[in-house]
């Protein structure tokens, strides 16, 4: 994702004005010390979270890694579909894991989480599900497990919300959720910013685990000089985002996608139900195997992505199949031709034009 063109130009800026440590005593400290409390305020009421409730991280991935790390649990349960920031992190504990069934779309089913809920209430667990897939782009409806965990007070519900945060409505209260993890960068601000969201009534436990020890920054949760300009950033790329035009772009995107019998459409088919600017499709009918589709693409000045992908053997022969795909039971021969477009509010029609130009070349 690239950066706004607007914070490029603030960064030169700040980066002349605010370069004090926001925890030095003198005047320039106090002054970059009242722009990281501002920016976290910011941060914080588009979750409808408090401010002290607020960690900021270099990323996700760390901010994934923490809510495993850092909080006592017996049991978790989550979804095959996760990024690996979750998922392996989930494994390296050597606790106990039930990992959910996905229907072909990547949704999670209420009932079956349910049932094991029911089944482990003796078990302090640790329930994650993230918001938006970043492959394929399911939503999970975070409110309705929210709703669920609800009746189940042993229960801490964390969501990766990489893909949704600003993009789509994410209330931390009505949704129940004790934890989520954010980047940056995926709303245009720099990389090597993110935050964890903590539910306030596991501060004590986090206390007890800190994110990094060593210094006294971030409640004394996560030691370690603030990254202040990409913070401040962060909080000011909230200001820019347009997801009216991302919606538009989306829906023409998929218009025209439509009209071309030989690509398919892998996730929610219903983009009420899809993270905004995700597209995943498969190429039948192309002779090319994704990363050669890929390649093509990128001869051709476009950028796409394979997604996560994990190696399957299909006879003698070797192919690239997503794990996330594969959960979701989509046949080899589309699962191996898929690629992910991501858009966004900086894109153009006339680029969505020249992409299915080059594709039908391809």
């Known amino acids: ?80 579909t996760e990024h690996v920031s979750v998922i392996e992190p989930a494994k390296a504990t050597a606790k106990p894991v039930i990992w959910l069934n996905v229907d072909n779309e990547g949704f999670i089913d209420l009932e079956e989480l349910r ?56 209330d931390v209260k009505a949704c129940n959720l004790d934890l989520i993890s954010v980047s940056a960068h995926k709303v245009h601000a720099p990389k090597g910013v993110g935050f964890l969201y903590f539910n306030s009534r596991l501060k004590d436990q986090l206390a007890t685990n800190p994110l990094i020890i060593g210094s006294s920054q971030e409640f004394k949760l996560r030691g370690g000089t603030e990254n202040l300009i990409g913070i401040v950033l962060f909080a000011k790329a909230l200001e820019l985002k347009d997801n009216n035009r991302t919606k538009e772009l989306h829906q023409y995107f998929i218009d025209k996608l439509q009209s071309n019998p030989t690509l398919v459409l892998n996730g929610p088919k219903d983009l009420s139900k899809r993270v905004l600017g995700n ?30 992908a994990c190696s399957s053997s299909n006879g003698s022969s070797m192919i690239q199949i997503s794990y996330v795909l594969r959960a979701c039971r989509i046949p080899d021969e589309i699962a191996s031709k898929a690629i992910r477009i991501s858009l966004s509010q900086y894109n153009t029609k006339e680029e969505i034009d020249y992409f299915f130009t080059k594709l039908n070349e391809i």
């Open 115 to 170: 049932t094991h809920l029911e089944a482990n209430q003796a078990k302090k667990i640790l329930l994650s599900i993230m918001h938006g897939n970043n492959e394929i782009g399911t939503l999970q409806d975070i409110a309705a497990i929210g709703k669920l965990k609800a009746q189940f007070p042993n229960v801490i519900f964390h969501s990766d919300c990489v893909q949704t945060f600003a993009k789509h409505s994410i």
């Open 279 to 308: 597209i995943n499709l498969s190429l039948t009918h192309s002779g090319f195997q994704r990363e050669e589709i890929l390649l093509q693409l990128d001869l051709r000045g476009i950028a796409v992505a394979t997604g996560s």
């Open 1 to 80: 994702t690239a950066m706004a063109p607007e914070l490029i130009e603030l960064m030169s800026e700040l980066n002349s004005s605010l370069y004090a440590n926001p925890s030095s005593l003198h005047s320039q400290g106090s002054k970059s010390r009242k722009a990281l409390e501002s920016a976290r305020k910011q941060i914080a009421s588009f979750i409808n979270a408090e401010p002290e409730e607020i960690i900021f991280t270099s990323n996700a991935t760390e901010a994934n890694n923490s809510v495993f790390k850092s909080f006592d649990y017996d049991l978790i349960i989550t979804s095959p």
